[in-house]
C-alpha cells in the first residue's frame, strides 16, 4: 500500500515571499501521479499542480512549482510571491496509475500580510 | 470545463433518519466516482469507490449497509447514509475521473463538498 506523508501540520510565510511544503511517499510501484491539492477555508478541493513519474522535468503552474525527486520519494511544493488567498490546506496526493488518490495528512499554510 | 457538482451543501438530520447526497458531473462523463469523508482539520478519507452500473467497492472498515450508494449513470453518483447518527456528522466530498484517456485520465475532479449534521 502506499502512503503518503507531509511532516508539515502548519507553516507560515510574510506576503510575497516564498514557502516550500515536503511531502513523501512510499511505493514500490513505477509509474504513478503526483499532486498538490488546495483546500481554501470554503473547503473546495483545487488541483494546484501535477506531476507525472516518468517525467523528470519539474512541472510549474505560474507561482507554483515542485521539486520532485523520484529516487528519494519526495515531492515538494514551492510558492513564489505568496498572496493572501494562497492561506489554505495543502495536500500531497499519490495516484499509482490506477484508481485511487492517496493523500497525506495535510498542511495548513497560513500567509501573513 | 470538468465542473462536479453535490447537493446539498448542507443537511441537518435527526438520529434515524436517512439523507441522500448527490453527485453530478455536468459538463463530462464520469466512468468511476469517488466518496471522500472528512473530519475536522484532517484528511480526506476515501469511503469507496464506485462505478457506473456496478457495485461500489468500499474501503475496510466502512459499512456498506449504511453508506449506500448508486452510480446509475455516467453523471450521477448518490450516496446515502442510512439511520444516520451523530457519529455519522461529517464532511462528505465526491470526486468524479474523467472517461478519456490522455494526462486527465487520472486526475480527479471535487465537488464542494456536503456538511451532514445529524442530531
Known amino acids: 500500500a502506499q502512503t503518503v506523508t507531509q511532516s508539515q501540520p502548519e507553516m507560515s510565510v510574510q506576503e510575497a515571499e516564498t514557502v516550500t511544503l515536503s511531502c513523501t511517499y512510499d511505493?514500490?510501484?513505477?509509474?504513478?501521479?503526483l499532486f498538490w491539492y488546495k483546500q481554501p477555508p470554503s473547503r473546495q478541493m483545487i488541483l494546484v499542480i501535477r506531476?507525472?513519474?516518468?517525467?523528470?522535468q519539474n512541472a510549474t503552474e505560474n507561482r507554483f512549482s515542485v521539486n520532485f525527486q523520484k529516487a528519494a520519494k519526495s515531492f515538494s511544493l514551492k510558492i513564489s510571491d505568496s498572496q493572501l488567498g494562497d492561506t489554505a490546506m495543502y495536500f500531497c496526493?499519490?495516484?499509482?496509475?490506477?484508481?485511487?488518490?492517496?493523500f497525506g495528512g495535510g498542511t495548513r499554510l497560513m500567509v501573513k500580510p | 470545463g470538468a465542473v462536479v457538482s453535490q447537493h446539498p451543501s448542507w443537511v441537518i438530520c435527526k438520529s434515524g433518519t436517512s439523507v441522500k447526497i448527490e453527485c453530478r458531473s455536468l459538463?463530462?462523463?464520469?466512468?468511476?466516482m469517488f466518496w471522500y469523508r472528512q473530519f475536522p482539520k484532517q484528511s480526506l478519507m476515501l469511503m469507496a469507490t464506485?462505478?457506473?452500473?456496478?457495485?461500489?467497492?468500499?474501503e475496510q472498515g466502512v459499512e456498506k449497509d449504511k453508506f449506500l450508494i448508486n452510480h446509475a449513470s455516467l453523471t450521477l453518483s448518490t450516496l446515502t447514509v442510512t439511520s444516520a447518527h451523530p457519529e455519522d456528522s461529517s464532511f462528505y466530498i465526491c470526486?468524479?475521473?474523467?472517461?478519456?484517456?490522455?494526462?486527465?485520465?487520472?486526475?480527479?475532479?471535487f465537488g464542494p463538498g456536503t456538511r451532514l449534521t445529524v442530531t
Open positions: 470526486s468524479a475521473r474523467h472517461g478519456g484517456g490522455g494526462g486527465t485520465l487520472y486526475e480527479q475532479y
Open positions: 511505493t514500490s510501484e513505477n509509474n504513478y501521479y
Open positions: 506531476q507525472e513519474a516518468y517525467k523528470q
Open positions: 496526493a499519490f495516484n499509482n496509475a490506477g484508481n485511487m488518490l492517496t
Open positions: 459538463d463530462f462523463q464520469a466512468t468511476t
Open positions: 464506485s462505478n457506473e452500473g456496478s457495485k461500489a467497492t468500499y
